[in-house]
């Protein structure tokens, strides 16, 4: 038998310890001058001398300072965002005022998300134009395409058009386009009680807005190179939706295309206000509820036929992340997905939880 001073010993609740270190970091990361660079390379260094010494007391040590420089590299890195290129610092510090005309460039973040009367299009920004300047730029613009243009369009140049808007409707992940619009970032409506506009969009990782009056106002540059697997997942994604708008009645498809596929834009207001009365309309954010459901049904079908615990946790987790990343991969969503990949890496060591 082996003794008390030789069995392994485990703490079970790890993760606890590790957010702890981690947040330690974050807050010291306020108070210590070191650049991201310097903590993301203390980070390495102690997680490589963990493993040297990983059969001794002091791994335990060095993998918690590791998380608490990780921590601090984190914050630095989320400061670092910040800087005079990024656009919502621009339009906060007043260099560029809300509302003025722009020329702004970027690459697709995903296909151009389809609601009811047009699509919402998520830019990765590379460049803008201002004042007659040009400035390189970073941050993410969500802007809307109508379905229907609101400009007159002579006789003449409708065929031309004609073959420019096929070139818009082929948009995809990756695709490079030029743009011009009035970008917009500032507080409406500052009712008591409701999240200033600024806010919200700092939440959803957004920096500005714009609505289009004409899918004439973009110009298709180019295709980049992209992730291949990603863009098929957002391929699917689109077709899944266009399949349920074409099958089902239009309350049902908005529900259906909502909670399953985290598009709310094609929810109609009647439908919205029964599911928010009747205090159900959680059902229609997808959330951790949805994942832990996904993740579960599909580790159960997988025991069907396996055993192994090694390829379950593999398969199930490269579904699960796949559809993370094709609902958008909010905060919450993927928050979700990484409790639900830890656990089931627990799972898969043998290791219980609570």
Known sequence: MESDATRP?????????????????????KFVAVSFVAFLIATIAFLILALIFRAKPIATILVSIAFVSIGAALFHGEVKQNTETRLK???????????????????????????ADGSFLTLKTTSIRYSGSDRIVTGKV????????????????????????????????????????????????LNPG????????????????CSLKSSLLIEHIADESVFLPLAWVYDQRAVMIEDLRNGLSKPAAGVMIASLLGDKYFLDKDTADLFRDGGTFHILVISGLHITFI???????????????????????????????????????????IMFTV???????????T
């Not at 621009?90 to 998300?113: A, Q």
Request: glycine content about 8%; aromatic content about 12%; overall charge positive.
């Open 194 to 209: 409701v999240l200033p506009k600024r806010e919200m969009l700092d939440r959803l990782g957004i920096d500005s807005t």
């Open 89 to 115: 610092t621009l339009y906060d510090n007043k260099s560029f005022l809300s509302g003025s005309p722009v020329e702004i460039e970027g690459v697709l973040l995903g296909r151009p998300e389809p609601s």
């Open 295 to 337: 993740g579960g049904l599909l580790l159960v079908f997988l025991r069907w036929f396996t055993r192994n615990r090694w390829l379950q946790f593999g398969v199930t987790t490269t579904i699960l992340w796949g559809y993370t990343l094709a609902v958008g991969a909010d905060i919450p969503v993927v928050r979700a997905a």
């Open 142 to 189: 969500r802007l809307f395409m109508p379905q229907r243009d609101t400009v007159q369009i002579p006789d003449n140049l409708r065929s031309e058009i004609s073959n420019f808007k096929s070139e818009i409707s082929d948009l995809k992940y990756g695709s490079r386009i030029r743009a011009a619009c009035n970008l917009e970032r500032e507080d409406e409506y």
């Open 9 to 29: 010993s485990f703490n079970r609740h790890p993760m606890f310890w590790l957010a702890v270190c981690f947040a330690v970091g974050i807050l010291m990361a």
């Open 343 to 353: 656990l089931l890496f627990g799972y898969a060591i043998y290791r219980r939880g």
